[in-house]
């Protein structure tokens, strides 16, 4: 492939590096050049373009990431359309994520113009959500370097997604007259939360005296009825010959692993009785806040083996918080500033425009999906997603040239729920909040967005962060990460406003203007707001 500046007069064929806007009508960049392409430079006055010239043995960006996205040995996943020389792949169900860092790292060294990248290991992950791109780097690249890359792939299994596969689990907890039961509680409904997001199900709950008969007797008795055992003890493993791990070796189980180098989750317990896992739960488990139970829970509802060799390796990368109630707190860390992800909602099908796009309207010349797009993009977010689904291809061309993700929302036809929840997916796990941007507010700007990211940031990343114009709610709105598993159960045609009064979550409403409230849902709309339909 050769790259740089072209004449016009010998472009036909080429790829545009660059978008050229001419009167009437631009040409996005990527796109092939055909005569009347070069016809209507010519006429515009343009002399060169900087281009990419395939040659022989050449092969276009998206031709090759589908290539090697085919030869990928993969389960779990789907893969979407190719785009810009990117293809995403997404869970196909909930569960948990495996790699093969070997081989990725492997693909990743052959060149640099082919580059794959995916979730952690043992990432726990939601249906539909990305877990690994394939993205092509110049516009195309030797197919003997494709070659190459496809052959690998071909070579051992990549990655997977292991679907949960949901249990009936059976918990106990001990009880001491220390413990409360309102404690014990909250214990239950925590688990159940836990136990939800894998459509697992509490079959019964038991409370024993805390000593390893007593416990061991609830245990024997219960196995049978139940596909896993989760116990709670009255207070914390001391020992490795303590309640929990006595009780299961007392009951004629086996006791894998007790500890593991995951902070919070140092005393967790792992046995199995005949077939059924038993989970001795550390005391943090009794908080949803992730920790090392959620980690070996989560592995086993999907049907992976989690052997001693697992728990010993899952130190690097076990830090995951501090606790500041320990009798000893760690010296304290200043912690960096909450990131913020932007999702811009472009998937809906203007059903009141009567059949044009509004997304597609002309403010000022440009389409207001892109004018949208461009504030998102040039505020302190720290990324943009774009959700399409309605004329996708002619939306994504609107928004060619511009730094986001296309996060492609099949199911937009069922309503706002599909967009928000295709939106979350694609969040890195590194941002505590998502910023939701309406794709028909064409008086939302940059300085907008900041003004709301302060805010949030300020909050600590906790709050739930909205636009509001004389003390009425509006949008752009931003949700804490907090709230995300609630977005993912939504249904139909609803956005996140009873998602949030139903939580107790702080809101913080910020003042905006009128720009909070204008949207463009009719013609009227659209015209008095100064847009311009297309056809």
């Given at each position: 492939?050769?790259?740089?500046?072209?004449?016009?007069?010998?472009?036909?064929?080429?790829?545009?590096?660059?978008?050229?806007?001419?009167?009437?009508?631009?040409?996005?960049?990527?796109?092939?050049?055909?005569?009347?392409?070069?016809?209507?430079?010519?006429?515009?006055?343009?002399?060169?373009?900087?281009?990419?010239?395939?040659?022989?043995?050449?092969?276009?960006?998206?031709?090759?990431?589908?290539?090697?996205?085919?030869?990928?040995?993969?389960?779990?996943?789907?893969?979407?359309?190719?785009?810009?020389?990117?293809?995403?792949?997404?869970?196909?169900?909930?569960?948990?994520?495996?790699?093969?860092?070997?081989?990725?790292?492997?693909?990743?060294?052959?060149?640099?113009?082919?580059?794959?990248?995916?979730?952690?290991?043992?990432?726990?992950?939601?249906?539909?959500?990305?877990?690994?791109?394939?993205?092509?780097?110049?516009?195309?690249?030797?197919?003997?370097?494709?070659?190459?890359?496809?052959?690998?792939?071909?070579?051992?299994?990549?990655?997977?997604?292991?679907?949960?596969?949901?249990?009936?689990?059976?918990?106990?907890?001990?009880?001491?007259?220390?413990?409360?039961?309102s404690v014990l509680d909250k214990t239950?409904?925590?688990?159940?939360?836990?136990?939800?997001?894998?459509?697992?199900?509490?079959?019964?709950?038991?409370?024993?005296?805390?000593?390893?008969?007593?416990?061991?007797?609830?245990?024997?008795?219960?196995?049978?009825?139940?596909?896993?055992?989760?116990?709670?003890?009255?207070?914390?493993?001391?020992?490795?010959?303590?309640?929990?791990?006595?009780?299961?070796?007392?009951?004629?189980?086996?006791?894998?692993?007790?500890?593991?180098?995951?902070?919070?989750?140092?005393?967790?317990?792992?046995?199995?009785?005949?077939?059924?896992?038993?989970?001795?739960?550390?005391?943090?488990?009794?908080?949803?806040?992730?920790?090392?139970?959620?980690?070996?829970?989560?592995?086993?509802?999907?049907g992976l083996e989690v052997t001693p060799?697992?728990?010993?390796?899952?130190?690097?990368?076990?830090?995951?918080?501090?606790?500041?109630?320990?009798?000893?707190?760690?010296?304290?860390?200043?912690?960096?500033?909450?990131?913020?992800?932007?999702?811009?909602?472009?998937?809906?099908?203007?059903?009141?425009?009567?059949?044009?796009?509004?997304?597609?309207?002309?403010?000022?010349?440009?389409?207001?999906?892109?004018?949208?797009?461009?504030?998102?993009?040039?505020?302190?977010?720290?990324?943009?997603?774009?959700?399409?689904?309605?004329?996708?291809?002619?939306?994504?061309?609107?928004?060619?040239?511009?730094?986001?993700?296309?996060?492609?929302?099949?199911?937009?036809?069922?309503?706002?729920?599909?967009?928000?929840?295709?939106?979350?997916?694609?969040?890195?796990?590194?941002?505590?909040?998502?910023?939701?941007?309406?794709?028909?507010?064409?008086?939302?700007?940059?300085?907008?967005?900041?003004?709301?990211?302060?805010?949030?940031?300020?909050?600590?990343?906790?709050?739930?962060?909205?636009?509001?114009?004389?003390?009425?709610?509006?949008?752009?709105?931003?949700?804490?990460?907090?709230?995300?598993?609630?977005?993912?159960?939504?249904?139909?045609?609803?956005?996140?406003?009873?998602?949030?009064?139903?939580?107790?979550?702080?809101?913080?409403?910020?003042?905006?203007?009128?720009?909070?409230?204008?949207?463009?849902?009719?013609?009227?709309?659209?015209?008095?707001?100064?847009?311009?339909?297309?056809?």
């Amino acid at each position: 492939m050769r790259f740089g500046a072209v004449p016009v007069d010998q472009a036909e064929g080429a790829l545009l590096a660059h978008s050229v806007a001419l009167v009437g009508r631009r040409l996005p960049k990527a796109k092939r050049l055909d005569a009347d392409d070069i016809k209507a430079l010519i006429e515009a006055g343009v002399q060169t373009v900087v281009a990419a010239m395939l040659e022989p043995g050449d092969l276009e960006e998206n031709a090759a990431a589908e290539a090697v996205v085919q030869a990928l040995d993969i389960r779990g996943v789907k893969a979407r359309p190719a785009s810009t020389g990117r293809v995403n792949l997404h869970a196909a169900g909930a569960g948990v994520f495996t790699v093969s860092a070997a081989l990725v790292d492997a693909v990743n060294a052959i060149d640099p113009a082919v580059t794959l990248a995916t979730l952690p290991a043992f990432a726990r992950v939601d249906a539909g959500q990305m877990v690994a791109t394939v993205k092509i780097i110049p516009f195309a690249v030797a197919s003997t370097v494709i070659e190459q890359v496809t052959e690998l792939c071909r070579s051992a299994p990549a990655f997977a997604v292991h679907t949960f596969a949901p249990k009936r689990v059976g918990m106990i907890q001990t009880v001491l007259p220390s413990v409360k039961d309102s404690v014990l509680d909250k214990t239950v409904e925590a688990t159940r939360a836990r136990l939800a997001r894998s459509g697992s199900t509490i079959l019964s709950e038991q409370r024993a005296s805390h000593e390893p008969r007593a416990l061991a007797a609830a245990l024997d008795s219960l196995a049978p009825q139940v596909d896993m055992a989760v116990l709670f003890g009255a207070s914390a493993m001391a020992d490795f010959d303590d309640v929990v791990p006595a009780a299961i070796r007392a009951a004629g189980g086996e006791v894998l692993y007790a500890g593991m180098p995951v902070d919070p989750g140092n005393l967790l317990v792992l046995g199995r009785l005949g077939s059924v896992p038993v989970i001795g739960a550390p005391g943090c488990a009794r908080s949803p806040k992730e920790n090392g139970f959620d980690w070996v829970l989560d592995r086993l509802i999907a049907g992976l083996e989690v052997t001693p060799r697992d728990i010993a390796g899952m130190g690097v990368g076990g830090l995951l918080m501090e606790i500041p109630t320990r009798p000893q707190p760690r010296e304290a860390r200043k912690a960096g500033k909450p990131k913020v992800h932007a999702i811009l909602l472009a998937a809906g099908r203007s059903s009141r425009m009567g059949g044009p796009n509004k997304l597609m309207a002309l403010f000022d010349g440009e389409p207001l999906v892109r004018r949208l797009a461009e504030q998102a993009a040039g505020s302190r977010a720290t990324g943009l997603s774009v959700v399409t689904g309605h004329q996708g291809e002619r939306i994504r061309q609107a928004l060619s040239g511009l730094t986001l993700d296309i996060a492609d929302n099949p199911d937009f036809a069922e309503g706002l729920s599909t967009s928000l929840k295709a939106g979350i997916a694609a969040v890195p796990a590194t941002a505590s909040g998502a910023l939701v941007v309406l794709g028909d507010m064409p008086r939302i700007t940059s300085a907008d967005l900041d003004r709301l990211i302060e805010t949030f940031e300020r909050s600590g990343g906790m709050a739930v962060v909205r636009a509001s114009h004389f003390g009425k709610r509006g949008n752009p709105v931003i949700l804490p990460r907090a709230l995300f598993e609630g977005v993912r159960q939504l249904q139909g045609d609803t956005g996140a406003r009873h998602l949030v009064e139903a939580h107790d979550v702080e809101v913080i409403d910020v003042e905006l203007g009128e720009g909070a409230f204008i949207d463009v849902d009719t013609p009227e709309a659209l015209a008095g707001a100064g847009g311009v339909l297309q056809d």
